[in-house]
């Protein structure tokens, strides 16, 4: 059974950083991309970042191509997110997934598992 745990979320201050974990179980990871998305409430998912299967390639949206890295451990079927000078327009569910297909990192449609999300709350 495919399961990821995502951890590191809480409650941070604007400015501050935060490091989301995700944990992947049940299959090989490490030859498939990985992303992370967000969704705030009343709002669509959004994609935050994604990485290839060994880590050599990276994408981001531009608002957070200066501020977050996206990395993988694949000894370990680990991703990481480090969020740094967060923002209050950050706050939102944050989820990892696995890309199962699709033709693009950025579409949520492409990936085929989810995580149960961690909960990212900025103050300003």
């Known amino acids: 059974q495919v399961q990821l745990v995502e951890s590191g979320g809480g409650l941070a201050q604007a400015g501050g950083s935060l490091r989301l974990s995700c944990a992947a179980s049940?299959?090989?990871?490490?030859?498939?991309?990985m992303g992370w998305f967000r969704q705030a409430p009343g709002k669509e998912r959004e994609f935050v970042a994604a990485?290839?299967?060994?880590?050599?390639?990276?994408y981001y949206t531009d608002s957070m191509k200066n501020r977050f890295s996206i990395s993988r451990d694949n000894a370990k079927n680990m991703m990481y997110l480090q969020m740094d000078s967060l923002k209050p327009e950050d706050t939102a569910v944050y989820y990892c997934?696995?890309?199962?297909?699709?033709?693009?990192?950025?579409?949520?449609?492409?990936?085929?598992?989810w995580g149960q999300g961690t909960q990212v709350t900025v103050s300003s």
């Open positions: 049940g299959r090989t990871f490490s030859r498939y991309g």
């Open positions: 990485i290839s299967w060994n880590g050599g390639t990276t």
């Open positions: 997934a696995v890309r199962t297909g699709g033709t693009s990192s950025y579409d949520p449609v492409s990936y085929g598992y």
